[in-house]
């Protein structure tokens, strides 16, 4: 119950892990606010979050321009003029050849993923010194840690989540404001049922991660008796970080 009417922002909240959190919070009773490019998702993400009581609202926000974020913060200002919680969970990749990754696709990713974390964290805590409290979680992944071939820029991108939410934490605790992030591993966002026995037991906990799986902790991470966590990775994988892999000769 202590999420009810927390103003609660959810970047990449129109699709994936980023609708399971928005609706998460809708059901917790916060007030969401959604923030996608694609507004026609964001908004059947409100419309859904309204059919079962909650309330929501959508904003069309490119998190990669500084001038929209600067934008949507001063929507915020105005409109709710407060800010308990925010979701960094906004991300794209791009999977290519280092050789062939253009300077351009670089910084779509690193400008998306990356500072757009910087740069709404920086907005979000103007508004939540206000009331010296807050909670901020951005959305990391293992590929922090570890890696597949042609990954460079998703991988830095993800890394420098890692290490930005430590440094913010610090940063930000004179306000009593808490940063953590949750490094997913394979979170599934289309037809679960779709994926076969392989595809689970490779985990150690037996399946393929859920977007709810995120959501939860997300919640776990906001919720104000959790104040002692901060500056921390949690890393939901369903163990494979963990998994010693070798390949069978």
């Known amino acids: 119950m202590d999420l009810v009417n927390k103003v609660s922002l959810i970047t990449g909240g129109g699709n994936g892990i980023g609708k399971s959190v928005a609706k998460e919070y809708g059901q917790q009773g916060a007030i969401v606010l959604i923030v996608d490019k694609d507004l026609v998702a964001a908004q059947i993400v409100v419309e859904e979050i309204k059919s079962f009581g909650g309330q929501a609202f959508a904003f069309h926000v490119d998190v990669s321009k500084p001038f929209d974020i ?18 960094n ?4 990749s791009k999977f290519t050849s280092p050789f062939e990754l253009l300077v351009d696709q670089w910084d779509e990713v690193i400008n998306t993923n990356l500072r757009s974390v910087f740069l709404c964290s920086r907005e979000a805590v103007k508004l939540m010194r206000k009331n010296k ?16 071939p042609n990954s460079e820029a998703y991988a830095a991108s993800k890394g420098g989540i890692v290490a930005l939410t430590h440094a913010m934490a610090a940063s930000f605790s004179k306000d009593n404001i808490q940063v953590n992030c949750i490094s997913p591993g394979w979170i599934e966002t289309g037809d679960y049922s779709q994926l076969d026995e392989a595809d ?14 995120i959501a939860k902790a997300c919640l776990y991470l906001t919720q104000a008796g959790n104040n002692f966590i901060n500056g921390t990775n949690l890393i939901i994988d369903g163990g494979m970080t963990s998994k010693m892999i070798y390949e069978e000769l």
């Open 133 to 148: 409290v807050g909670s901020i979680v951005n959305i990391a992944s293992t590929r922090a840690l570890m890696s597949e």
């Open 89 to 92: 969970n906004a991300g794209i």
């Open 70 to 87: 600067e934008d949507l913060f001063e929507k915020i200002r105005k409109d709710f003029d407060r800010l308990d919680i925010l979701i």
């Open 200 to 213: 689970h037991v490779q985990h150690l906990s037996n399946r393929v991660g859920k977007p709810e799986d």
